[in-house]
């Protein structure tokens, strides 16, 4: 199995400032990562796919990198709206998720 | 609009069962893959199951293997998860999600609000 591993567990961002989210795995999963943000009580949605394209109707100040083991998700200046649980997910080989990373308002 | 809405939760004692079901609107179901996803309270998302558009191939994490079984009715635009021998930590909200072919990979791009399933006695 993929292990997913997200960096930092929570993470502290006053609105207007850049958030840069980890996530690494154990093993190649070449582009095939995607990322989610969940809010409270709500749905995991879908950012990003391929590790950077984004989603229909996505922000242009969410973007993804990354290949191979290495990934990053920037959110460019966090509004309230982006205060959330994000969680990296790979499907190059079954389906794994990270643990997620809070960001959270300091 | 794109839309899956679950159904089928509840509370259930250990060794007992349960049916979910994911009603599918909006798109052409019998088109695309199909899985199950949960969340145990307080905890992060972990894939449960998947299923090919036409029902013929299936995929379970080790941990319910033997114990559920997913299924469709593309005619009723519907998914299933029957859920057999429960134990308390299948505790979660479970949710459907829709799976894109993204050259041959396939990634979830839409999510159900998801169905509660309580193990307990």
């Known amino acids: 199995e993929i292990v997913m591993t997200q960096s930092p567990a929570t993470l502290s961002v006053s609105p207007g400032e850049r958030a840069t989210l980890s996530c690494r795995a154990s093993?190649?999963?070449?582009?095939?990562l995607a990322w989610y943000q969940q809010k409270p009580g709500q749905a995991p949605r879908l950012l990003i796919y391929?590790?950077?394209t984004r989603a229909t109707g996505i922000p242009a100040r969410f973007s993804g990198s990354g290949s191979g083991t290495e990934f990053t998700l920037t959110i460019s200046s966090l509004q309230s709206e982006d205060f959330a649980v994000y969680y990296c997910?790979?499907?190059?080989?079954?389906?794994?998720f990270g643990q997620g990373t809070k960001v959270e308002i300091k | 609009e794109v839309q899956l809405v679950e159904s089928g939760g509840g509370l259930v004692q250990p060794g007992g069962s349960l049916r979910l079901s994911c009603a599918a609107s909006?798109?052409?179901?019998?088109?695309?893959?199909m899985h199950w996803v949960r969340q145990a309270p307080g905890k992060g998302l972990v894939w449960v199951s998947r299923?090919?558009?036409?029902?013929?191939?299936?995929s379970y994490a080790d941990s319910v293997k033997g114990r559920f079984t997913i299924s469709r009715d593309n005619a009723k635009n519907t998914l299933y998860l029957q859920m057999n021998s429960l134990r308390a930590e299948d505790t979660a909200v479970y949710y459907c999600?829709?799976?894109?072919?993204?050259?041959?990979?396939?990634?979830?791009?839409?999510w159900g609000k998801g169905t509660t399933v309580t193990v307990s006695s």
């Open positions: 999600a829709r799976a894109h072919n993204y050259y041959y990979y396939y990634y979830m791009d839409v």
């Open positions: 909006g798109f052409t179901f019998s088109s695309y893959w």
């Open positions: 299923i090919n558009s036409d029902g013929s191939s299936t």
């Open positions: 093993q190649s999963v070449s582009s095939n």
């Open positions: 391929g590790a950077s």
């Open positions: 997910q790979q499907y190059n080989n079954w389906w794994t």
